[in-house]
């Protein structure tokens, strides 16, 4: 899987509040609504910045808090690709998995708002173009690549008949 877009940055412990607000969460289901709101807490103009293929980067412990799947299927439906991270909330990192998302451990403190980032998954290297370095990233396990290649854990276990590891 390889991704090309831009980065917008965040600091550390960003709970799934902050990347949809609870007033949200319970009055619609409908992601794309969920969507128009996404980080706005933190960047109220974030959702007018991002264009297709971008990317949230944050320091650690992105995703604490709540354990619902809004949050990173509101980001997916925002056009963002991928999130870089330091470390992310366990719970969060499965629910990012489960519903397509990919997530990106890594060093981003090498990585500033709005540089132009082109991430490898299988080579296991991002390619900050903006700052003309690469940063290495912690590989996903293949089995997660099948799932997110497959759009989620859903539409693998459709495309398998269960869970496949081949």
């Known amino acids: 899987m390889n991704f090309h877009g831009k980065s917008h940055k965040f600091g550390?412990?960003?709970?799934?509040?902050y990347i949809i607000s609870g007033k949200y969460k319970f009055k619609t289901l409908d992601m794309k609504e969920l969507a128009r709101h996404v980080m706005e807490d933190l960047d109220p103009d974030f959702c007018s910045k991002v264009t297709p293929?971008?990317?949230?980067?944050a320091g650690s412990n992105f995703g604490c808090g709540?354990?619902?799947?809004?949050?990173?299927?509101?980001?997916?439906?925002?056009?963002?690709?991928?999130?870089?991270a330091k470390s992310f909330a366990r719970i969060f990192y499965r629910n990012c998995i489960n519903t397509g998302l990919p997530v990106v451990e890594c060093n981003t403190?090498?990585?500033?708002?709005?540089d132009e980032l082109e991430i490898d998954l299988a080579a296991g290297v991002i390619d900050n173009k903006t700052r003309g370095i690469q940063i290495p990233i912690k590989p996903l396990p293949e089995v997660m690549i099948k799932i997110l290649n497959d759009g989620g854990l859903a539409p693998h276990f459709r495309k398998y008949g269960g869970f496949n590891l081949d």
Do not use: C, H, M, Y
Request: no cysteine; charged share 20%; hydrophobic share 40%.
């Open 53 to 57: 293929g971008d990317f949230i980067v």
């Open 109 to 114: 403190d090498l990585i500033e708002s709005g």
């Open 66 to 84: 709540s354990s619902r799947e809004q949050a990173p299927l509101a980001i997916k439906n925002a056009n963002v690709s991928a999130v870089l």
């Open 12 to 17: 550390s412990d960003v709970n799934t509040d």
